[in-house]
């Protein structure tokens, strides 16, 4: 079945990142809206969605009888007022993150989509990018065990958050991601700790330290202070002589406990006991997004045609909001 799309918000994230996964799936853009007419219009032109399928107002697009979904990514307060009307239209929401500015409206929105029985499927791709899928599905994995601990950073530049001093920017759009993906690693949080660091005004250092449900323990650094041209994001999950490791999303390790190797003359690499490592091959000629956004909006079409899915929903949202509302009150 082909899904017809009311999509709000034509900003930079959905004009380069979003719109282009969602057009490779069987998905028609019924509808597209944006309060800016000049982007506006050029989404549309670049979309293929004829002028008089384009509006400048949302309440439009939901108004509208040919539509199956909506997607929405505009902005915290839009996803929250969007996502609640379009509920309340029974129409199933994909959002991009934050859900809303704060984790009670965040609550909100979980509450609506719950009332409603529709999804409203979150912008968490981090679950969704090629290498944290394998190292995910392998951290869960019988032969895991119970994950012992998290380390991880995530890092940005200042450039991007300096119409915010107070970070806000930062809080919302950056460091949300890694309280979607710890928990959905290494199940709830239990206690959470955070210190910062001001090296310079627009940078900001952070050290978050969390007790998981299962007794296990995490340590997260997120800042502000590097360059966007180096790699950002690099975790590891430790369990009982195993370990798996992503660097930057594209270098997945597997490390368990082989013997040593130095005094062997047989020395070999064995299966089931030596390091797996994965990296994708970008020489091959296929349009393939390991960032996850087009896995992810496949779930969301997968839930919006009623087959099951195992996506990233508002209540994660509320439950990553308020993960980071404890986290900026800690570091204070
Ligand atoms: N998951 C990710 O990797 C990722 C990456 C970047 C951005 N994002 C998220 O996507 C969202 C948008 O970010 P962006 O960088 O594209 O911002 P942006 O400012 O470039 O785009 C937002 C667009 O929404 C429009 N808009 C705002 N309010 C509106 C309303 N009420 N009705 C219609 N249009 C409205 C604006 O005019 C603008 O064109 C943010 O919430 C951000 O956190 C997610």
């Not at 900003?11 to 000049?38: F, K, S, T």
Request: hydrophobic share 45%; charged share 25%; proline share 5%.
């Amino acid at each position: 079945m082909t899904v017809r799309i009311g999509w709000i918000g034509c900003g930079v994230h959905a004009n380069e990142m979003l719109l282009p996964q969602l057009v490779r799936h069987d998905v028609e853009i019924a509808a597209l809206c944006d309060i800016d007419a000049d982007r506006l219009g050029r989404a549309g032109r670049r979309y293929g969605v004829a002028p008089e399928r384009q509006t400048r107002d949302w309440k439009e697009v939901l108004a509208r009888g040919d539509i199956d979904a909506i997607g929405v990514a505009a902005g915290p307060s839009a996803h929250l007022e969007v996502g609640i009307a379009a509920l309340a239209r029974g129409l199933p929401v994909f959002a991009e993150k934050p859900p809303a500015a704060t984790a009670a409206e965040a609550q909100k929105l979980a509450d609506a989509s719950a009332r409603a029985g529709k999804p409203v499927v979150l912008g968490f791709m981090k679950r969704y990018s090629t290498a944290n899928r394998i190292a995910i599905n392998l951290v869960h994995s019988s032969e895991f065990g119970a994950p012992a601990s998290f380390l991880g950073e995530y890092m940005t530049a200042p450039t991007y958050f300096e119409k915010d001093p107070d970070y806000t920017g930062f809080y919302l759009h950056h460091c949300v991601h890694y309280f979607d993906l710890v928990p959905h690693l290494m199940g709830e949080v239990v206690a959470l700790g955070a210190r910062r660091q001001e090296i310079a005004p627009g940078k900001l250092l952070l050290h978050v330290d969390f007790r998981f449900a299962s007794g296990g323990i995490g340590t997260l650094v997120m800042g502000t202070h590097q360059s966007r041209g180096t790699p950002m994001e690099w975790w590891q999950v430790m369990g009982d002589h195993r370990r798996v490791e992503v660097r930057n999303l594209h270098e997945v390790r597997y490390f368990r406990a082989p013997p040593f190797k130095v005094d062997r003359a047989d020395a070999t690499l064995r299966d089931g006991e030596d390091t797996l490592v994965w990296e994708p091959n970008f020489t091959v000629a296929a349009n393939e997004d390991h960032k996850g956004y087009h896995a992810l909006i496949g779930d969301f079409l997968k839930l919006v045609r009623g087959e099951k899915a195992d996506a990233p929903l508002a209540a994660d949202g509320a439950r990553a909001m308020a993960l980071l509302e404890r986290m900026i009150a800690a570091a204070k």
